[in-house]
Protein backbone atom coordinates (compact mmCIF):
# COMPACT_ATOMS: atom_id res chain seq x y z
CA UNK A 1 0.00 0.00 0.00
CA UNK A 2 1.22 3.45 -0.86
CA UNK A 3 0.11 7.26 0.31
CA UNK A 4 -0.97 7.60 -3.18
CA UNK A 5 -3.44 4.52 -3.06
CA UNK A 6 -6.38 4.71 -6.22
CA UNK A 7 -6.31 8.00 -6.23
CA UNK A 8 -5.86 10.41 -8.89
CA UNK A 9 -3.69 13.17 -7.55
CA UNK A 10 -3.24 17.04 -9.27
CA UNK A 11 -1.29 20.42 -8.52
CA UNK A 12 -3.35 21.73 -5.32
CA UNK A 13 -1.78 24.75 -7.10
CA UNK A 14 -3.81 24.65 -9.76
CA UNK A 15 -7.38 23.46 -7.23
CA UNK A 16 -7.93 26.08 -5.12
CA UNK A 17 -11.78 24.78 -5.24
CA UNK A 18 -10.77 21.43 -3.56
CA UNK A 19 -8.93 23.78 -0.85
CA UNK A 20 -10.32 25.36 1.82
CA UNK A 21 -9.96 29.24 1.84
CA UNK A 22 -6.92 29.23 4.46
CA UNK A 23 -5.44 26.52 3.04
CA UNK A 24 -5.26 27.28 -0.36
CA UNK A 25 -3.70 30.85 1.01
CA UNK A 26 -1.01 29.08 2.10
CA UNK A 27 -0.90 26.24 -0.26
CA UNK A 28 2.70 28.01 -2.01
CA UNK A 29 4.40 27.18 1.10
CA UNK A 30 4.28 23.90 -0.28
CA UNK A 31 5.29 22.98 -3.70
CA UNK A 32 4.80 18.97 -3.52
CA UNK A 33 1.26 19.67 -2.61
CA UNK A 34 -1.26 17.10 -4.75
CA UNK A 35 -4.59 17.05 -4.20
CA UNK A 36 -7.14 14.49 -4.38
CA UNK A 37 -11.09 14.76 -4.22
CA UNK A 38 -13.18 12.51 -2.33
CA UNK A 39 -16.28 11.19 -0.88
CA UNK A 40 -16.59 13.37 2.35
CA UNK A 41 -18.78 10.82 4.11
CA UNK A 42 -14.89 9.09 3.92
CA UNK A 43 -12.98 11.81 5.11
CA UNK A 44 -12.45 10.09 8.51
CA UNK A 45 -8.72 8.10 8.40
CA UNK A 46 -9.79 5.16 8.91
CA UNK A 47 -12.42 4.98 6.32
CA UNK A 48 -10.46 6.95 3.41
CA UNK A 49 -7.80 4.77 3.59
CA UNK A 50 -10.09 1.61 3.66
CA UNK A 51 -11.62 2.43 0.32
CA UNK A 52 -8.58 4.62 -1.12
CA UNK A 53 -6.04 1.83 -0.60
CA UNK A 54 -3.99 4.90 0.59
CA UNK A 55 -1.58 3.27 3.89
CA UNK A 56 -2.46 4.09 7.37
CA UNK A 57 1.28 4.97 8.05
CA UNK A 58 1.69 7.76 5.50
CA UNK A 59 -1.61 9.24 6.32
CA UNK A 60 -1.38 11.95 9.17
CA UNK A 61 -4.20 13.35 11.11
CA UNK A 62 -3.80 17.04 12.66
CA UNK A 63 -5.50 17.53 16.00
CA UNK A 64 -5.91 21.35 17.41
CA UNK A 65 -4.94 21.53 21.30
CA UNK A 66 -5.67 24.20 23.50
CA UNK A 67 -4.37 25.29 27.02
CA UNK A 68 -4.22 27.43 29.58
CA UNK A 69 -1.01 29.13 31.94
CA UNK A 70 -1.76 32.57 33.53
CA UNK A 71 -5.41 32.94 32.16
CA UNK A 72 -3.40 33.10 28.36
CA UNK A 73 -5.08 30.32 26.25
CA UNK A 74 -1.99 28.26 24.29
CA UNK A 75 -2.99 26.48 20.83
CA UNK A 76 -1.37 24.77 18.76
CA UNK A 77 -2.26 22.20 15.83
CA UNK A 78 -0.66 18.39 16.39
CA UNK A 79 0.09 16.62 13.67
CA UNK A 80 0.51 12.70 14.42
CA UNK A 81 0.68 9.30 12.08
CA UNK A 82 -2.84 7.69 11.78
CA UNK A 83 -1.03 4.57 13.22
CA UNK A 84 0.27 6.29 16.51
CA UNK A 85 -1.67 8.72 19.32
CA UNK A 86 0.17 11.62 20.21
CA UNK A 87 1.10 12.24 23.98
CA UNK A 88 -1.22 15.30 24.34
CA UNK A 89 -1.18 15.17 28.23
CA UNK A 90 2.40 15.04 28.58
CA UNK A 91 4.75 15.47 26.02
CA UNK A 92 2.32 18.41 24.48
CA UNK A 93 1.52 19.57 27.38
CA UNK A 94 5.09 19.92 28.76
CA UNK A 95 6.22 21.23 25.77
CA UNK A 96 3.49 24.45 25.23
CA UNK A 97 4.46 25.11 29.29
CA UNK A 98 0.65 24.87 30.29
CA UNK A 99 -0.96 23.19 33.44
CA UNK A 100 -4.07 21.59 31.67
CA UNK A 101 -4.19 21.11 28.09
CA UNK A 102 -7.36 19.25 25.77
CA UNK A 103 -8.50 19.19 22.64
CA UNK A 104 -9.95 22.29 21.11
CA UNK A 105 -13.68 21.94 20.96
CA UNK A 106 -14.97 21.17 17.34
CA UNK A 107 -17.11 24.97 16.91
CA UNK A 108 -13.83 26.35 18.03
CA UNK A 109 -11.41 24.84 16.07
CA UNK A 110 -13.67 25.24 13.01
CA UNK A 111 -13.99 28.45 13.61
CA UNK A 112 -10.50 29.94 14.91
CA UNK A 113 -9.31 27.31 11.71
CA UNK A 114 -11.47 28.50 8.86
CA UNK A 115 -11.41 24.55 8.20
CA UNK A 116 -14.07 21.88 8.53
CA UNK A 117 -14.14 19.42 11.26
CA UNK A 118 -12.86 16.06 9.58
CA UNK A 119 -10.66 18.26 7.13
CA UNK A 120 -7.80 20.35 9.66
CA UNK A 121 -4.04 20.52 8.32
CA UNK A 122 -1.23 22.11 9.42
CA UNK A 123 -0.92 24.32 6.22
CA UNK A 124 -3.11 27.36 6.61
CA UNK A 125 -3.11 27.84 10.30
CA UNK A 126 -3.70 30.97 12.32
CA UNK A 127 -0.28 33.05 12.27
CA UNK A 128 1.51 32.09 15.50
CA UNK A 129 0.29 28.78 16.44
CA UNK A 130 2.75 26.27 16.92
CA UNK A 131 2.61 23.06 14.86
CA UNK A 132 4.36 20.12 16.73
CA UNK A 133 4.54 17.19 14.35
CA UNK A 134 5.76 13.72 15.58
CA UNK A 135 9.42 12.39 14.04
CA UNK A 136 7.41 9.18 12.66
CA UNK A 137 5.68 12.16 10.25
CA UNK A 138 8.30 13.00 9.24
CA UNK A 139 10.04 9.31 8.65
CA UNK A 140 7.03 8.50 6.48
CA UNK A 141 8.31 10.64 3.52
CA UNK A 142 4.88 11.65 1.61
CA UNK A 143 1.98 11.99 3.42
CA UNK A 144 -1.52 12.38 3.15
CA UNK A 145 -2.98 14.86 5.21
CA UNK A 146 -6.36 17.10 5.34
CA UNK A 147 -7.03 19.93 2.78
CA UNK A 148 -9.36 21.97 4.99
CA UNK A 149 -12.11 20.43 3.14
CA UNK A 150 -14.04 16.50 4.10
CA UNK A 151 -14.41 16.91 0.22
CA UNK A 152 -10.73 16.25 -0.22
CA UNK A 153 -7.07 15.33 0.76
CA UNK A 154 -3.63 16.73 0.07
CA UNK A 155 -0.55 14.71 -0.64
CA UNK A 156 3.02 16.17 0.55
CA UNK A 157 6.22 15.75 1.29
CA UNK A 158 6.24 15.63 5.31
CA UNK A 159 9.95 17.79 5.39
CA UNK A 160 7.79 20.53 3.29
CA UNK A 161 5.31 20.63 6.43
CA UNK A 162 8.25 20.53 8.92
CA UNK A 163 10.01 23.53 7.05
CA UNK A 164 7.19 25.86 7.84
CA UNK A 165 7.57 28.39 10.11
CA UNK A 166 6.44 27.68 13.47
CA UNK A 167 6.82 23.70 12.61
CA UNK A 168 8.52 21.90 15.26
CA UNK A 169 9.51 18.06 15.28
CA UNK A 170 9.27 16.67 18.15
CA UNK A 171 8.92 12.65 19.39
CA UNK A 172 5.11 12.90 19.99
CA UNK A 173 3.76 9.11 19.65
CA UNK A 174 2.87 7.16 22.05
CA UNK A 175 3.93 3.70 22.41
Not at 55 to 76: D, I, K, L, M, Y
Not at 90 to 96: P, Q, S
Not at 122 to 145: H, M, N, R, S, Y
Amino acid sequence: MSAEGTLTWTSAHQHPELLAAPVAAAIDAVPSARVAEIDPGLADTAAFCEAYGSAPEHSANCVVVAGRRGGEVRRAAVLVLATDRADINNVVRRHLDVRKISFAPMDEAVELTGMEYGGITPVGLPEGWPVLIDEGVLAAGDVVIGSGLRASKLLVAAAELAAQPGAEVLDLAIG
